[in-house]
Every structure is written in structure tokens, then in C-alpha cells.
């Protein structure tokens, strides 16, 4: 199925031009892009990702600039979408399933040493979630 | 198919596509250990000693565009994972990681990846 990531004036804005992008860019992934079986995105997850990404634009953009903006972001082999931001030795990866459903790994430090932590919320309290981490960790 | 065991001084290859590898960091991202609804738990692989060349291997698994990670069995048994030998008739290389549950364990066995051929890269990467 085909799906048009739509665009809002506040994505005109430089920081979810690269997030529309790249989210556009994963709308043509094929069935088992991965070799192992993979499905692409579903509408559902691109455009929850993308909503998610709004909020946290406009909720952090005045504060913390580009890093409101997802560093990276990928497909998950079921369909869904993960979302990851960088902050001072920390980063949180937000997955958006195939359905919409949400849950998070947030990583302290690198290498052996790291700390882990991952659960499911809901997107409401993702986002705080997501909210409080990069302005206390930024 | 012949039988082999894994030996503690393998070394492991694992395809990966364009969106499994981050080309900024140069590393493999921890979805390239996802299967179906999360963490893979029978994560394939192939035993280097058994393979031509990673080159080979790609070729061979048609997929001669996907890149190729190293992973050291001793890295993966240290994070509680165990390596199985599954040969196939067409992949007498073909093992398997067990125990990957979590997203945790996947971004761990992303760390201990070494990206040895990158994936021809087809579509922009954020």
C-alpha cells in the first residue's frame, strides 16, 4: 500500500525537513527489505512517527534546538518505526509498532558499561517521557 | 548436511541491509537483530571458517547488495547469548544466536558488530 506522508506548515520548518525525508524515503521499502523476512512500514506507524516527532518539535524545539529532532531513524522488521534521540551520554530509541503501539530503550553510556532501561507506555506519557530526558539530559 | 560445533575462537557473519547500519557512526543499528514483533530468537548467522568469503556469502544468499557484520562468538556468549550450529543444505555455514529477548541485548550485539562490507546504500539514511 502507498502512503503519502502528509505535510503541515510547521514541517516547512528546517527542523522536520530531514524527518519528512527520511519517514518519505521509508515508504519505499519493499516487502523483506531486511533478507530475513522484514515487512515495511505501515501507514499507521509512519504516521504516528511523524506526529510524534511534531510534538516533540514544538514542545523542545524553542529549548533545545535540533536535537529536538530525531538523530536517527529506522525501520523495525514488523512494520513498525523506531524514532532515536541523542543526548549528553544518553540516548532514547522510541519504537511505534505496526499498529501505533509504544515502547522506548533509553541507554546511559556506551560499551560494557552501559545502563539499560525499555518499557511500554502509552504516546501521551512517551512523550513526557521523551520530554523530561532531553531537557534535564541535553 | 555435515554436522560442526561452534568453537569458542569463531568468528560470525550476519547480512545486513542499507537500513540496519548507521553509515555516521559506522556501526550496525540493533535492528538488524529484529525479527516479526521484536528481538530475534534464532538470530542467523554463518560461520566464518565454513565460508569462502563474505563476499561469497552474500553472493551465494543472492544478495550480493546487503553488507556483512562480524561478530565474535566469545563477544556473544559474554552477554549471556548461546551459538548454535544449524547447517542447511543450502547454507552448511548456517548457526544461530538464542537467547536475544530484549532491545537491550540487540543494541549490545550491535556494539560487539563489525560492519566488514557495507550495503550499497539505496535510499537516504537519518
Given at each position: 500500500m502507498q502512503v503519502r506522508v502528509a505535510r503541515t506548515?510547521?514541517?516547512?520548518?528546517v527542523l522536520l525537513e530531514p524527518v519528512l525525508q527520511r519517514l518519505s524515503s521509508l515508504e519505499a521499502l519493499a516487502e523483506d527489505w531486511d533478507s530475513y523476512g522484514a515487512l515495511p512500514p505501515t501507514s499507521t506507524a509512519l504516521e504516528q512517527a511523524l506526529g510524534f516527532c511534531r510534538r516533540v518539535a514544538e514542545l523542545l524545539g524553542p529549548a533545545i534546538g535540533e536535537r529536538a529532532r530525531p538523530a536517527e531513524i529506522s525501520p523495525l522488521a514488523n512494520g513498525g518505526v523506531e524514532l532515536e534521540w541523542h543526548g549528553a551520554n544518553l540516548l532514547i530509541a522510541v519504537e511505534v509498532g505496526p499498529e501505533g503501539e509504544w515502547s522506548y530503550l533509553k541507554k546511559l553510556?556506551?560499551?560494557?558499561?552501559a545502563r539499560y532501561e525499555e518499557e511500554n507506555l502509552a504516546e501521551e506519557a512517551m512523550l513526557r517521557f521523551v520530554q523530561e530526558v532531553l531537557l534535564t539530559r541535553s | 548436511v555435515e554436522a560442526f560445533e561452534i568453537l569458542a575462537d569463531d568468528e560470525l557473519y550476519r547480512r545486513l541491509a542499507d537500513?540496519?547500519?548507521d553509515p555516521d557512526k559506522g556501526k550496525a543499528r540493533?535492528?538488524?537483530?529484529?525479527?516479526g514483533s521484536g528481538p530475534d530468537p534464532e538470530i542467523s548467522v554463518q560461520v566464518k571458517r565454513l565460508v569462502p568469503s563474505p563476499r561469497q556469502a552474500l553472493i551465494d544468499a543472492n544478495r550480493p547488495h546487503f553488507g556483512m557484520g562480524m561478530l565474535r562468538v566469545l563477544d556473544v556468549l559474554a552477554l549471556g547469548l548461546r551459538v548454535e550450529a544449524r547447517p542447511l543444505?543450502?547454507?552448511?555455514a548456517h548457526a544461530v544466536i538464542l537467547g536475544a529477548d530484549t532491545r537491550t541485548v540487540c543494541d549490545q550485539l550491535a556494539e560487539i558488530t563489525d560492519v566488514i562490507i557495507w550495503p550499497a546504500f539505496a535510499s537516504a539514511s537519518t
Open positions: 506548515t510547521v514541517d516547512r520548518d553510556g556506551s560499551g560494557p558499561s | 537500513q540496519q547500519v540493533r535492528n538488524a537483530f529484529y525479527r543444505p543450502d547454507d552448511p
